[in-house]
């Protein structure tokens, strides 16, 4: 699943979408919420957390 999250978010970005913290993408993989945030660190890293989406969203 990661390999196709990362090839949608790079195709997307391809086409001009930003992807910036405090974001949350529901539609590059289905079923699935990706939000982005900033590492925890000091370095320009974003992190991206996966979990499922819901029926009651």
């Known amino acids: 699943m990661a390999v196709a999250i990362l090839r949608e978010m790079v195709e997307q970005m391809d ?6 913290p ?21 370095s320009d890293m974003l992190t991206i957390s996966v979990s499922e989406a819901s029926l009651a969203d």
Do not use: F
């Not at 086409?15 to 910036?20: A, F, K, L, M, S």
């Not at 949350?24 to 590492?39: H, K, M």
């Open 22 to 42: 405090g974001q949350r993408l529901e539609d590059v993989v289905p079923g699935v919420i990706l939000e982005v945030s900033e590492a925890s660190d000091e």
């Open 15 to 20: 086409q001009g979408v930003e992807i910036n």
